[in-house]
T-cell receptor, first 111, second 115 residues
Framework: GQQVMQIPQYQHVQEGEDFTTYCNSS?????IQWYKQRPGGHPVFLIQ?????EVKKQKRLTFQFGEAKKNSSLHITATQTTDVGTYFC???????????FGQGTTLQVKP | NAGVTQTPKFQVLKTGQSMTLQCAQD?????MYWYRQDPGMGLRLIYY???????DKGEVPNGYNVSRLNKREFSLRLESAAPSQTSVYFC??????????????FGPGTRLTVL
C-alpha cells in the first residue's frame, strides 16, 4: 500500500540554526499537508500544497512540493524555542479525504 | 465553538474489557476520522467516515468498530481490548469540499492503557 516516509526522525539544533525535514511518498500524491504537534498536544494543520513544484512560505517556514508530486520538504529559518515539536507530513491520493501520515520529525531547539 | 471534542481524556482497561471512545464536532464537517498514534509510528488511520451514513476501513482496523451516529458524532469501539491497543487515539474532522481543501481538525486525544 501507499507509504509516506519522513526523515530525519529527530533533530536537535541550536536556537538560530536552520532546520529541514523531508517527506517521500511511494506513490504520486494529489496533495500534501503539513501538521505540527507540540509535546502533549494534538496535530495542528500548517499548510496544504496541491500543485507540482509549489512553494509556499509562512514567515520563517518554507514548504515545497516536488515536481513529480512524490516528495515535499519543510524548512525553518533561524529556529526559535517556540518551533519545538513534531512535524508531520501527510499525503493524500485518489479522490477521498484520507491522509497517510509520515512518521514525523521531532525538533528540539536549545536556547 | 468547541471544534472537535473527545471523551474520555484518559482510560485504563484490563485485557478483554470493552469501551467506546466518543468524538463530536461542531463545525458541520462531512468527514470524520479515527487515528492511533504510537511512538515512532506517526498517525495511523483506523477508520474514517466520508459522510454521514458511511464508514470505511483505514490502515489498521482490526480489533475496532465504528459508528457514525449522525453528522456530528463518530464513535470508536474496542470490543475486547488487548495490550497492543495501548495508544493515544485522535479523532479528526474535515469539510472535504474538494481535494484542494481538506484540512483536518484534531481533537485533544484519548490516552488509553490496556493492562
Amino acid at each position: 500500500g501507499q507509504q509516506v516516509m519522513q526523515i530525519p526522525q529527530y533533530q536537535h539544533v541550536q536556537e538560530g540554526e536552520d532546520f529541514t525535514t523531508y517527506c517521500n511518498s511511494s506513490t504520486t500524491l494529489s496533495n500534501i499537508q503539513w501538521y505540527k504537534q507540540r509535546p502533549g498536544g494534538h496535530p495542528v494543520f500548517l499548510i496544504q500544497l496541491v500543485k507540482s513544484g509549489e512553494v509556499k512560505k509562512q514567515k520563517r517556514l518554507t514548504f515545497q512540493f516536488g515536481e513529480a508530486k512524490k516528495n515535499s520538504s519543510l524548512h525553518i529559518t533561524a529556529t526559535q524555542t517556540t518551533d519545538v515539536g513534531t512535524y508531520f507530513c501527510a499525503g493524500s491520493s485518489g479522490n477521498t479525504g484520507k491522509l497517510i501520515f509520515g512518521q514525523g520529525t521531532t525538533l528540539q531547539v536549545k536556547p | 465553538n468547541a471544534g472537535v471534542t473527545q471523551t474520555p481524556k484518559f482510560q485504563v482497561l484490563k485485557t478483554g474489557q470493552s469501551m467506546t471512545l466518543q468524538c463530536a464536532q461542531d463545525m458541520n464537517h462531512n468527514s470524520m476520522y479515527w487515528y492511533r498514534q504510537d511512538p515512532g509510528m506517526g498517525l495511523r488511520l483506523i477508520y474514517y467516515s466520508a459522510s454521514e451514513g458511511t464508514t470505511d476501513k483505514g490502515e489498521v482496523p482490526n480489533g475496532y468498530n465504528v459508528s457514525r451516529l449522525n453528522k456530528r458524532e463518530f464513535s470508536l469501539r474496542l470490543e475486547s481490548a488487548a495490550p497492543s491497543q495501548t495508544s493515544v487515539y485522535f479523532c479528526a474532522s474535515s469539510e472535504f469540499a474538494s481535494l484542494s481543501y481538506n484540512e483536518q481538525f484534531f481533537g485533544p486525544g484519548t490516552r488509553l492503557t490496556v493492562l
